[in-house]
Structure formats: structure tokens, C-alpha cells
């Protein structure tokens, strides 16, 4: 049977209204109280409960965080960056998987409300109704953190990484390597993924083939199917640029198992720098997303939150960063004039 504050009360030879007020710090206890009760929880090993606490204060302790799809690398990391950091606060994660369903995601937040969580963080997609969902809880005074979840006008704050710096960043490295065929695989053409490829583009003066894009298709398959069409086109890519580090590995398979040599016929750039990009064959170039900072700072802000007022949503952007390795090389028959710009790692 476990150890209650009735317990504490009765060895300490106090009130249970002394043990709470010891336990939440409101109220006064006289010294000589203070010390029996502490010594009474010490020798009959009593804990608190999360949940007794939470009557008194309104608060869990828990943080919800709603996911798309935890199958994809980059999400795991970010998701144990977010556990790691709420913990280092006191705070536990309660996490959500929608795979990417707009209604999963709703349930998941009425789920999670459900649970009494005290901040909620949100990662793509949205849906209107998402949307509307998470900016009444916000304006209620719960904090909600977009991870790149952006809206318009801003109904909470969003915590977001400069993608179309690091996909214009990973284009400009092919194109310093002599490719013009470069090939783009993504989830839609309003992303800053897709939007810093197209710029890199037509800033090198290349034209943008609809046959070279492929957006839309998402999950595992998107990367060896998308390979299969750009290897079937007359004039194959030199490179491609895939949206993410899972999409980007699967190339390199369907690459392998179609007699396509990477990087001597094909180079391949992914997005986000999982741990498997640095142990594929051959290593990844990749752009780094900051996870351990995206965790630190969601959980940060959230805490921030429930310990002042709500203040107007901001948006935090944050800097990528391109890793050179073995899969980007110069673009057949480039010449020696062609050459990278990124630091190698």
C-alpha cells in the first residue's frame, strides 16, 4: 500500500492541512512542524503525487507534443530532444502520432487537452480546422508552439528552422559542382524547401523542369519511387535534392539497385542530418536542423509561459547548416572547374 500524506501527518504528529501546506510551500509551518514532517517523509519513503499536486496548482506537469509520423528519423530525435529537455524542467512529454491525418491530429489535441497537459507543441501539417483548434487553446491561456506549423495571421507561436536558406544553400553546392539537372523531391511547392531550390535555380540561370520535381508523395516509398521516374527520363538528373534525410537514403538504395553510381553519375543532398546519414554508403551531404535546440527552446518558451502572462505569438527562426560528405561529387563531365563550397564533415 502506498505511503499517503495521511501517513506523513500521523508520524509527524501534525495536521494533514500542515503536510499540504508543506508540500505546495503555501501557507506557514512553524519550524519545529517543518522538520518532524520532513523526517516523517523520509522514513516512510512517501512521494508526492503528480496528480494530488496537480488539484492544487492546476497543473500536470506534462507536455503534449502532436507528430505527424514518428517512423521518419529526424521526428524520433526531436521527440526524445523535447523529453530530455522537459525533464531537465520537472515536465514529462505525452506524445500524439496523427501519421499525418488532419482528424487524427484534431483527436490527438482533444486527447491530449483531455489529459490536463499544460503546453502543447504542434508539428505539421495543419488543416483549418487544426488551426482554429489550437488558437482557441491559446487564447485561453494555454501555450501552443508551432514546430514549422506557420499560419496567417500568427495565432501562436511558431518555432521554425530557415529551410529556404538550407535548401538554397544545398542547391548552390550542386551548382558549384557543375550540375544543371538537378532534381527535387518535396511536399509541396509553398514550402521554403521547395522555394530556396527554385531560387538557387534561377539564380544560376538553370531552368525548372516539371519532370524533375516531384512533390506531393510522402513516407517511405517517396524517395525509391520518385528515383525510378527521374532515372526513366531521356536526360536523367545529375543530382537530387531530396526534402528530408528518409527520402534521401531511399534514393541512395533505389540509386544502388538501378546500376546508378553516387556520386560518379548521381549526387544526392538530404535534409535534416540523422544519424544514419552519417554511416550510409556513401555518407550523406545533408543540411543540419538544430534538434537539440528546437527541444530547448519549445520546452523553454512553454515553461516561460506558464510561469508569466502570455504575451503576443512570436516566431523564432532558427539557422541550418550544410554538411559536405561523400554523396555530392562533380557533375559528369563537369571538368575540374567545378568544386564545392561547404565545410566537409
Do not use: C
Not at 228 to 248: E, G, K, W
Amino acid at each position: 500500500m502506498s505511503v499517503t500524506a495521511y501517513d506523513v501527518a500521523k508520524r509527524a504528529g501534525v495536521s494533514v492541512g500542515t503536510v499540504s501546506r508543506f508540500l505546495t510551500g503555501h501557507g506557514y509551518v512553524g519550524k519545529d512542524s517543518r522538520q518532524r514532517i520532513a523526517d516523517a517523509i523520509t522514513q516512510l519513503g512517501f512521494v508526492p503525487s503528480r496528480a494530488a499536486a496537480s488539484l492544487r496548482t492546476k497543473k500536470t506537469g506534462l507536455i503534449g507534443f502532436v507528430v505527424s509520423d514518428l517512423r521518419n528519423p529526424f521526428t524520433a530525435v526531436l521527440a526524445t530532444a523535447l523529453q530530455e529537455r522537459s525533464r531537465e524542467h520537472g515536465f514529462g512529454v505525452f506524445i500524439a502520432h496523427t501519421m499525418g491525418s488532419p482528424d487524427r491530429a484534431i483527436a490527438a489535441v482533444d486527447l491530449l487537452r483531455g489529459h490536463g497537459v499544460d503546453g502543447l507543441v504542434v508539428t505539421p501539417p495543419a488543416s483549418p480546422a487544426l488551426v482554429e483548434q489550437l488558437a482557441e487553446l491559446r487564447q485561453s491561456g494555454m501555450p501552443v508552439i508551432g514546430l514549422g506549423l506557420r499560419t496567417d495571421p500568427l495565432s501562436f507561436d511558431l518555432l521554425t528552422v530557415d529551410t529556404r536558406s538550407g535548401a538554397r544553400a544545398a542547391t548552390d553546392h550542386l551548382v558549384g559542382l557543375g550540375h544543371e539537372r538537378i532534381a527535387f523531391i518535396g511536399t509541396s511547392r509553398s514550402s521554403g524547401r521547395y522555394q530556396g531550390y527554385r531560387a538557387a535555380l534561377k539564380a544560376a540561370g538553370l531552368p525548372l523542369q516539371r519532370e524533375r520535381v516531384q512533390v506531393g508523395a510522402v513516407g517511405p516509398d517517396a524517395g525509391w519511387n520518385a528515383t525510378t521516374r527521374f532515372a526513366a527520363l531521356p536526360d536523367r538528373p545529375t543530382a537530387i535534392f531530396a526534402f528530408d534525410d528518409a527520402t534521401a537514403l531511399s534514393v541512395l538504395q533505389r540509386a544502388h539497385a538501378l546500376d546508378w553510381p553516387v556520386p560518379k553519375a548521381l549526387s544526392v543532398v538530404g535534409f535534416d542530418d540523422v544519424d544514419l546519414a552519417r554511416r550510409s554508403v556513401p555518407p550523406l551531404t545533408t543540411v543540419v536542423q538544430p534538434t537539440d535546440e528546437l527541444g530547448r527552446i519549445a520546452v523553454a518558451e512553454i515553461v516561460r509561459q506558464l510561469t508569466d502572462s502570455l504575451a503576443e505569438p512570436a516566431v523564432i527562426t532558427l539557422p541550418t547548416e550544410l554538411v559536405v560528405r561523400g554523396s555530392t561529387g562533380p557533375a559528369p563531365n563537369a571538368g575540374s572547374a567545378a568544386k564545392g563550397t561547404r565545410r566537409k564533415s
